[in-house]
């Protein structure tokens, strides 16, 4: 359904032998354009697009106002796939004609060009204003259609993607919550080993109390000691005067 309008146009006009000779140069130049416009019309036929467009951009460049080079040109770009270059060509053509049937032909087959070119939003823009200047045109309402529908499917595709997209962000922050709240316990947990090495290296303190009771126990200690002594002195004393019967 995307097959673009044609215009192009056989010469018909029959001219008398004595108006040819009263303005023979006035339409030599006039029909020079339609010469290559039918050359191009040839080689387009044959489906030999790229020499088509060459014919046509000659007939423009001698006649810059041919509106049908212009369109025919567009409709050989179109065919080469060069949807872009194709849809400046029917801009053109829409803008240098003013019969509506022209204009809304230019429009659809803009409207073409912008689909292949996935500008669909504006291919559908393009289509209306065809549709508006032709209602009568069914391929125009059915490629209409044909690029809502795709409109619509990519906008459901978008915002699928997106919710996606969105899930993932979300379960990449959960995860990198996990990882940071994990890293800071084993950061307070290294902490943590180090302080009771480094409480387990240095020498512990004693109270003022512990240290006096540690001294009062010295104390007693070398109290016993000293009388333990001079128990054993006294003892060594008396054994000393036991006489031996």
């Known amino acids: 359904m995307f097959g673009i309008s044609n215009n192009r146009r056989q010469d018909r006009s029959v001219f008398l032998t004595a108006l040819i000779f009263l303005i023979f140069s006035g339409f030599t130049f006039a029909q020079a354009d339609k010469k290559f416009i039918r050359e191009g019309n040839r080689e387009y036929d044959k489906e030999k697009f790229s020499e088509s467009e060459i014919s046509y951009r000659r007939a423009i460049d001698k006649n810059k106002e041919s509106s049908d080079a212009v369109f025919n040109t567009g409709d050989a770009l179109y065919k080469q796939k060069k949807f872009e270059e194709a849809g400046k060509q029917f801009i053109e053509n829409h803008n240098m004609n003013e019969d509506k049937k022209k204009k809304s032909s230019s429009l659809y087959n803009l409207g073409n060009s912008l689909l292949m070119a996935n500008k669909v939003q504006e291919s559908i823009d393009a289509y209306k204003g065809s549709l508006k200047l032709n209602p009568k045109n069914a391929e125009g309402k ?61 020498p512990q303190e004693i109270s003022k109390e512990d240290a006096e009771r540690v001294l009062n126990a010295l104390a007693n200690d070398e109290k016993n000691v000293q009388e333990k002594v001079k128990l054993a002195k006294a003892l060594k004393a008396k054994v000393r005067t036991v006489k031996n019967w």
């Open 142 to 202: 059915y490629n209409l259609a044909y690029a809502q529908d795709l409109l619509k499917q990519q906008e459901q595709q978008k915002q699928q993607q997106q919710q996606n997209q969105d899930k993932q962000d979300q379960n990449k922050d959960q995860q990198d919550k996990k990882d940071q709240k994990k890293e800071d316990q084993n950061k307070q947990d290294q902490n943590k080993n180090q302080q009771q090495q480094q409480q387990q290296q240095q």
